[in-house]
């Protein structure tokens, strides 16, 4: 039926997944391969010494033009850690991926090659009172391949690989598969001619376009045999090191690289080795790596519980345990390390004294325990309330746009809403100084050093919400401007804003409950970017919102696009001239959010407590 044409499908023969509501390319963005590569992956040719600079993925100048290439010699001083070319791995849609790592070949010894993935296949279904539906059944593969030590000593040339696919049943032999390539050198400044520098690479070379051509979920090993060893991929010491780089030296003695990825990650086992030099015995490509980390419920800390409390001090207990282990191995290290060594244990002593300065007071001081509750249910909250899917709006028989769905249920989910171990470390290093303005430490500065999507905006959120908190326990009518974000990019400032929208709206809703605690006075959140990307004054936001109605084209200058309560989209909707504007209100000579969702809790007459003319910052002060 066509209700259940909309349902989940897998094959009745192979068991495996079928997409019924988008292709494969639309649904996985991870671990894909596109169609046409070329078989060596973009591996040089033989006697080809062009180099690519590492980690520019395409021409800054066209991006439609492949990497920019540097001719002459490579130093061979260094290894070449990313000097081969491979542009097939690292253009905007890659049809390669590879890995690079350090090789002892003996006489007689192998490497096996394992390739994992799949494709999709297109299925015509038909289904009552629907047109013909396009699905895609996922056909996965397994390629074995092994390069012998004579394909492995070949000087500079890329060789193709045979692969033979595995085939259990009730899988069926692959329609298409991606072609293996090894590439093979002597390593820089290695007298030994059984050390090689290895390149195994996965290309897709099929022919024709789109889903049908296109691997997914790829994933690679290649695995030691018969006396092959995978040795450490060779490091550059550096003569004259500064305080910074024999720090990193000292943190990183012990972590070994031994593969290095191109358009993926690389990755290995734990290490072994009888001889002094540590081997592992397989290193694979993975499109995604994930690691396990220690974290903290922020729904214990919210109910005060005893659970709550035991995790946050096994994370100081281990932090402390590891400190020890650190200070105590010192002695024993080379003199080189020993003066970096002591210098970072006594700034780790520094930063676990103030993480443990903050968990008292959460114990013992009354109006630090009350904002570290109220700051963990905000957050806890805000990570539910920022995740939820937007709802579409359509016309109801009056002309009134209403949210497509039901309204949805904050429920908190038992694998979310919890702290990593650096962020509650940042939360409680800083609670002190928050919650008392005249605490010596409050002029120090806290760096959080951390990847894009590590966590660095929740660790402050959670910071700034106790500050916010504090300020109103200690004096519920003290209120005013009270934390800045300021970012270098306007793009992603209006991303963190749409962001810390959520938090503020649950710290709103909790203050309006509590008013004895926290006062009349409501929580806002203002964004000031200037003129050319939010209003100045209510006379331009007038005029903007004006022209944003009558002109599709005109940019969107009030950035918010859906509620960050419940999810309910705002902002432009096109129409045949012009476009409507649900959510963004004119009342009363002001600028103001407000949600369509009659049971949301901020489609009232105040609105949303969002501010983006600067004349309502100064006025409101949020």
Same mark, same amino acid.
């Given at each position: 039926?066509?209700?259940?044409?909309?349902?989940?499908?897998?094959?009745?023969?192979?068991?495996?997944?079928?997409?019924?509501?988008?292709?494969?390319?639309?649904?996985?963005?991870?671990?894909?391969?596109?169609?046409?590569?070329?078989?060596?992956?973009?591996?040089?040719?033989?006697?080809?010494?062009?180099?690519?600079?590492?980690?520019?993925?395409?021409?800054?100048?066209?991006?439609?033009?492949?990497?920019?290439?540097?001719?002459?010699?490579?130093?061979?001083?260094?290894?070449?850690?990313?000097?081969?070319?491979?542009?097939?791995?690292?253009?905007?849609?890659?049809?390669?991926?590879?890995?690079?790592?350090?090789?002892?070949?003996?006489?007689?010894?192998?490497?096996?090659?394992?390739?994992?993935?799949?494709?999709?296949?297109?299925?015509?279904?038909?289904?009552?009172?629907?047109?013909?539906?396009?699905?895609?059944?996922?056909?996965?593969?397994?390629?074995?391949?092994?390069?012998?030590?004579?394909?492995?000593?070949?000087?500079?040339?890329?060789?193709?690989?045979?692969?033979?696919?595995?085939?259990?049943?009730?899988?069926?032999?692959?329609?298409?598969?991606?072609?293996?390539?090894?590439?093979?050198?002597?390593?820089?400044?290695?007298?030994?001619?059984?050390?090689?520098?290895?390149?195994?690479?996965?290309?897709?070379?099929?022919?024709?376009?789109?889903?049908?051509?296109?691997?997914?979920?790829?994933?690679?090993?290649?695995?030691?045999?018969?006396?092959?060893?995978?040795?450490?991929?060779?490091?550059?010491?550096?003569?004259?090191?500064?305080?910074?780089?024999?720090?990193?030296?000292?943190?990183?003695?012990?972590?070994?690289?031994?593969?290095?990825?191109?358009?993926?990650?690389?990755?290995?086992?734990?290490?072994?080795?009888?001889?002094?030099?540590?081997?592992?015995?397989?290193?694979?490509?993975?499109?995604?790596?994930?690691?396990?980390?220690?974290?903290?419920?922020?729904?214990?800390?919210?109910?005060?519980?005893?659970?709550?409390?035991?995790?946050?001090?096994?994370?100081?207990?281990?932090?402390?345990?590891?400190?020890?282990?650190?200070?105590?191995?010192?002695?024993?290290?080379?003199?080189?390390?020993?003066?970096?060594?002591?210098?970072?244990?006594?700034?780790?002593?520094?930063?676990?004294?103030?993480?443990?300065?903050?968990?008292?007071?959460?114990?013992?001081?009354?109006?630090?325990?009350? $904002? #570290?509750? !109220? =700051?963990?249910?905000?957050? /806890?909250?805000?990570?539910?309330?920022?995740?939820?899917?937007?709802? *579409? @709006?359509?016309?109801?028989?009056?002309?009134?746009?209403?949210?497509?769905?039901?309204?949805?249920?904050?429920?908190?989910?038992?694998?979310?809403?919890?702290?990593?171990?650096?962020?509650? $470390? #940042?939360? !409680? =290093?800083?609670?002190?100084? /928050?919650?008392?303005?005249?605490?010596?430490?409050?002029?120090?500065? *806290? @760096?959080?050093?951390?990847?894009?999507?590590?966590?660095?905006?929740?660790?402050?959120?959670?910071?700034?919400?106790?500050?916010?908190?504090?300020?109103?326990?200690?004096?519920?009518?003290? $209120?005013?401007?009270?934390?800045?974000?300021?970012?270098?990019?306007?793009?992603?400032?209006?991303?963190?804003?749409?962001?810390?929208?959520?938090?503020?709206?649950?710290?709103?809703?909790?203050?309006?409950?509590?008013?004895?605690?926290?006062?009349?006075?409501?929580?806002?959140?203002?964004?000031?970017?200037?003129?050319?990307?939010?209003?100045?004054?209510?006379?331009?936001?007038?005029?903007?919102?004006?022209?944003?109605?009558?002109?599709?084209?005109?940019?969107?200058?009030?950035?918010?696009?859906?509620?960050?309560?419940?999810?309910?989209?705002?902002?432009?909707?096109?129409?045949?001239?012009?476009?409507?504007?649900?959510?963004?209100?004119?009342?009363?000579?002001?600028?103001?959010?407000?949600?369509?969702?009659?049971?949301?809790?901020?489609?009232?007459?105040?609105?949303?407590?969002?501010?983006?003319?600067?004349?309502?910052?100064?006025?409101?002060?949020?």
């Amino acid at each position: 039926t066509k209700d259940e044409s909309n349902g989940q499908f897998h094959d009745r023969d192979t068991l495996e997944e079928v997409l019924t509501r988008s292709d494969p390319l639309r649904r996985y963005g991870v671990g894909v391969l596109y169609s046409g590569g070329t078989p060596t992956g973009g591996l040089a040719a033989e006697g080809d010494d062009s180099a690519v600079i590492p980690g520019l993925a395409e021409n800054e100048g066209n991006p439609e033009e492949p990497p920019t290439e540097v001719r002459g010699p490579r130093r061979q001083d260094q290894p070449d850690s990313d000097d081969f070319d491979l542009s097939d791995a690292n253009r905007r849609k890659p049809s390669a991926m590879a890995i690079s790592f350090k090789v002892r070949v003996a006489d007689g010894a192998a490497l096996k090659i394992r390739v994992t993935g799949a494709y999709y296949d297109p299925i015509k279904i038909t289904a009552p009172d629907t047109p013909p539906l396009n699905w895609w059944v996922r056909r996965p593969f397994v390629l074995d391949a092994v390069a012998s030590a004579d394909v492995l000593k070949k000087e500079r040339k890329g060789s193709p690989l045979t692969t033979t696919a595995v085939v259990l049943e009730p899988k069926i032999e692959p329609r298409i598969k991606p072609s293996v390539s090894i590439f093979s050198r002597a390593v820089p400044g290695e007298a030994d001619a059984d050390l090689r520098l290895v390149t195994l690479a996965v290309v897709n070379d099929a022919l024709g376009t789109g889903s049908g051509s296109a691997f997914f979920q790829v994933a690679f090993s290649a695995t030691a045999a018969q006396g092959l060893r995978i040795e450490p991929y060779p490091d550059v010491e550096q003569p004259d090191s500064d305080d910074e780089e024999e720090s990193i030296a000292l943190l990183y003695r012990h972590r070994r690289t031994f593969a290095i990825g191109h358009g993926c990650a690389a990755t290995w086992e734990d290490s072994t080795g009888e001889d002094g030099i540590p081997t592992v015995p397989v290193v694979k490509a993975d499109a995604l790596p994930a690691y396990e980390v220690t974290s903290v419920s922020m729904e214990e800390l919210a109910n005060s519980t005893a659970a709550g409390d035991a995790q946050v001090e096994k994370v100081l207990e281990l932090y402390a345990q590891w400190i020890n282990n650190r200070k105590a191995s010192i002695d024993d290290l080379p003199a080189r390390y020993q003066t970096a060594a002591r210098k970072h244990v006594k700034k780790c002593t520094e930063a676990l004294e103030r993480m443990q300065e903050g968990w008292r007071l959460v114990q013992t001081d009354p109006l630090a325990a009350r $904002a #570290f509750q !109220l =700051a963990n249910f905000a957050m /806890l909250y805000q990570q539910i309330r920022s995740r939820l899917e937007p709802r *579409d @709006l359509v016309k109801d028989k009056q002309g009134v746009y209403r949210p497509d769905g039901a309204h949805p249920a904050a429920t908190p989910d038992p694998k979310g809403g919890r702290w990593r171990a650096f962020q509650i $470390a #940042f939360i !409680l =290093a800083s609670l002190p100084e /928050l919650v008392d303005p005249t605490h010596p430490k409050r002029t120090l500065v *806290d @760096l959080i050093f951390f990847p894009t999507g590590g966590g660095k905006t929740e660790a402050y959120l959670g910071a700034s919400a106790i500050s916010l908190l504090a300020r109103r326990l200690r004096n519920p009518d003290d $209120a005013g401007t009270d934390t800045l974000m300021r970012y270098t990019l306007r793009l992603l400032t209006a991303q963190q804003f749409l962001r810390a929208s959520s938090l503020i709206c649950v710290l709103e809703d909790v203050r309006s409950g509590m008013e004895d605690e926290l006062g009349t006075a409501p929580f806002g959140i203002g964004v000031w970017l200037g003129g050319d990307s939010t209003p100045n004054r209510w006379a331009a936001a007038e005029r903007a919102l004006g022209e944003l109605r009558r002109d599709s084209r005109a940019s969107n200058r009030f950035l918010l696009l859906k509620c960050p309560w419940c999810g309910t989209r705002m902002g432009p909707v096109s129409k045949p001239r012009g476009q409507d504007t649900p959510g963004y209100v004119w009342s009363g000579g002001r600028f103001l959010f407000r949600c369509q969702d009659e049971l949301c809790r901020y489609s009232g007459r105040e609105g949303l407590p969002v501010h983006v003319v600067d004349e309502d910052i100064y006025e409101s002060r949020p």
